[in-house]
């Protein structure tokens, strides 16, 4: 599982005992796995009496940097042993590195309920209506001599029954760019696909 250096950065103050005690180190955690799962405990640590730090800057920073790392391995389905790695470049000692590990196992499934219902599925087109307008002259009785696309894009989500309409109206020229648009993201998706 790889992170990004200001992350580790993070996550390696929440492994040094100078930040956070061994004593404190379970509640700790525990509050972290709290704070992603619960909106309501989401500043939770800000609440805890017993993080008192000579540090406070330090506790939060380690308490962000334990938060994103499990919204991370919770997203890319990490197995015990990459995240064991992972702690263990980021300096945690072995009790540290169990204790996180046994939290992260279980609380993996309700992370990945979580997770998985964030967001927003973006639309599915199903179906495309068109019609094409010739515009001869315009409010002004000027001549306009003017050719104009109007595109219905149906498209559904899994969330709704009802199919929603996508409505615009675009030249020969704007047509001719959006499905060369498409044509390039097509062709794109098959050489990922390949690769």
């Not at 008192?52 to 499990?70: I, N, Q, R």
């Not at 109007?150 to 029954?161: D, F, G, M, N, Q």
Request: charge should be negative; hydrophobic fraction near 40%.
């Amino acid at each position: 599982m790889e992170l990004p250096q200001s992350m580790q950065d993070a996550l390696t103050l929440a492994g040094e005992s100078i930040h956070i005690p061994d004593a404190q180190f379970p509640s700790f955690v525990e509050v972290a796995f709290r704070g992603v799962i619960n909106s309501n405990e989401r500043n939770a640590i800000e609440n805890l009496k017993e993080f008192t730090s000579k540090d406070p800057a330090a506790v939060k920073e380690a308490y962000a940097g334990l938060v994103a790392m499990v919204i991370e391995a919770a997203k890319q389905d990490t197995d015990i042993e990459s995240l064991s790695s992972l702690l263990e470049d980021c300096k945690f000692p072995p009790e540290r590195i169990k204790e996180v590990s046994e939290t992260y196992q279980k609380n993996k499934p309700a992370l990945q309920i979580l997770l998985g219902s964030v967001g927003r599925t973006p639309a599915h087109i199903v179906d495309v209506d068109w019609r094409l307008d010739y515009y001869v002259k315009n409010n002004h009785m000027e001549k306009v001599n003017e050719a104009v696309y109007l595109i219905t894009l149906k498209t559904e989500l899994p969330s709704l029954k009802e199919l929603q309409e996508v409505q615009f109206s675009c030249s020969q020229e704007q047509l001719q760019d959006l499905v060369g648009k498409l044509k390039d993201a097509c062709k794109c998706l098959e050489r990922i696909s390949q690769g």
